[in-house]
């Protein structure tokens, strides 16, 4: 029987209130689990601060959204909520160490974001793209890896503050939203299979929340892990 790939998701840190005080924990909302799993891959959640050392578990990796990026890693300013500059510490040393193993990657919202300050990118924050039931439409850029998967025009999910504002030398905007907010990345050299998208993909089969690009997303993660399980 050919084995499914294992599809590492990035945990981070939260904090649950317990009688005896705050329990701090490492997980994820299940929504990346549930979005892995359909797409036919296991999915596997890797404590942050160990991940790089673990990336040997996995096929695949997954980036997951939350709060906004400390402006002082990309040397910024300006409005930023629920910032934690641990978690951007650790997964920028998962971003690099992906990199360096040419783990496939699939960066969602801060996710994408991490992507872009790991390599010299800047962002801007302040945006209003908080529509998470109806969303908006992105553009794609022709001849792109997401436009081979979306087409020229894709309805997607908006929950973000922040947005990209220099990709840097190592990433192509490949995804615009109407008022040029950059919706994806792709690498600018070949060999490593990531992409990033501003979006929020795992909230495809989400009950209430729902964002159509999921199967074909986490679909396409999956099969370039499927690549190295071969």
Do not use: N
């Not at 998701?9 to 009688?19: L, S």
């Not at 894709?154 to 990209?164: D, I, K, M, Y």
């Not at 990709?167 to 490593?192: C, I, K, Q, R, V």
């Amino acid at each position: 029987m050919t084995r499914k790939p294992v599809v590492g998701v990035v945990g981070h840190g939260y904090r649950v209130p317990k009688p005896f005080g705050d329990l701090p924990v490492t997980g994820t909302p299940p929504t990346y689990v549930d979005a892995i799993t359909a797409a036919g891959g296991r999915p596997l959640i890797l404590p942050p601060r160990h991940a790089p050392e673990l990336l040997d578990l996995v096929d695949a990796l997954v980036l997951t959204g939350g709060g906004d990026v400390d402006p002082a890693r990309y040397g910024g300013s300006g409005p930023a909520e629920d910032v934690d500059p641990q978690r951007d510490e650790e997964e920028i040393a998962v971003v690099h160490a992906a990199a360096a193993d040419r783990v496939p990657l699939l960066g969602v919202c801060r996710g994408m974001q991490i992507l872009a300050v790991a390599f010299g990118g800047t962002l801007r924050g302040g945006l209003e793209h908080r529509l998470p039931v109806d969303g908006h439409e992105v553009r794609t850029a022709p001849g792109s890896l997401i436009a081979d998967l979306l087409g020229p025009v894709a309805q997607t999910s908006a929950l973000h503050r922040q947005a990209v504002l220099d990709p840097g030398p190592s990433w192509t905007a490949t995804a615009w939203s109407h008022d040029g907010t950059t919706e994806a990345l792709e690498p600018t050299t070949t060999g490593w299979s990531v992409l990033g998208v501003q979006w929020h993909p795992e909230l495809h089969a989400h009950e209430l929340l729902t964002d159509p690009t999921g199967p074909a997303l986490f679909g396409w993660l999956v099969g370039q892990a499927r690549v190295l399980t071969a």
